[in-house]
């Protein structure tokens, strides 16, 4: 079964500096997607990034880009220029190519200090 | 914008009482997935349908049943509430192999 595995229950950034989020996953297949999701207090949940596993180039949002390692099984998301409304609960998430299912990490939250 | 709508926003139902959350995929959607997240948890997957058809199940209790109707709009049928139903529960379509969320519905079971 897959699994998403999210190690750092808290990170802290300070404002314009830049913070890393760590991911890691486990999965036999070969092609699937890869997702991080922003949960504000408003509990909403919104889609940051997405990097398809047959890419070899990560992918990149603005302030937001990736690091994907598939021999490693690693998916880290870096925030640059962190802003304070950056501060959310961050979900990393896996999701295997033409199935259903979204599956999530515990979450790391983010906190943002001016 | 395609988006999610979904209602009530929230809800408070006593223990033993039936809950009906509604979601409608705007435009019609043909893929529509529930959620559920506790507090403090991250989100756990219910059911999904494609196609008015149920797709895929997951950790959904026997108490609660889920439809799509022939408007592709579905809903989430929650029976015999128990406290523990209290959570923020989503429901999510697909679109270009990445799936968004709606505003989520809260229940509250006292």
């Known amino acids: 079964a897959q699994t998403v595995t999210q190690s750092q229950p808290e990170m802290s950034v300070q404002e314009a500096e830049t913070v890393t989020l760590s991911c890691t996953y486990d999965?036999?297949?070969?092609?699937?997607?890869l997702f991080w999701y922003k949960q504000p207090p408003s509990r909403q949940m919104i889609l940051v990034i997405r990097q398809e596993a047959y890419k070899q180039q990560n992918a990149t949002e603005n302030r937001f880009s990736v690091n994907f390692q598939k021999a490693a099984k690693s998916f880290s998301l870096k925030i640059s220029d962190s802003q304070l409304g950056d501060a959310a609960m961050y979900f990393c998430?896996?999701?295997?190519?033409?199935?259903?299912?979204?599956?999530f990490g515990t979450g790391t939250r983010l906190q943002v200090f001016p | 914008a395609a988006g999610v709508i979904q209602s009530p926003r929230h809800l408070i139902k006593e223990k033993r009482e039936t809950a009906t959350l509604k979601c409608y995929p705007i435009p019609r959607h043909d893929t529509v997935y529930w959620y559920q997240q506790g507090p403090g948890q991250d989100p756990q997957f219910l059911i999904s349908?494609?196609?008015?058809?149920?797709?895929d199940k997951g950790s959904i209790p026997d108490r609660f049943s889920a439809q799509q109707f022939s408007d592709y709009h579905s809903e989430l049928n929650m029976s015999s509430l128990e406290l523990g139903d209290s959570a923020l529960y989503f429901c999510?379509?697909?679109?270009?192999?990445?799936?968004?969320f709606g505003e989520g519905s809260w229940l509250t079971v006292v």
């Open positions: 999510a379509i697909e679109r270009g192999n990445t799936i968004y």
């Open positions: 349908f494609y196609e008015k058809m149920q797709s």
């Open positions: 999965t036999s297949e070969s092609d699937y997607y």
């Open positions: 998430a896996y999701r295997r190519e033409n199935t259903d299912k979204l599956i």
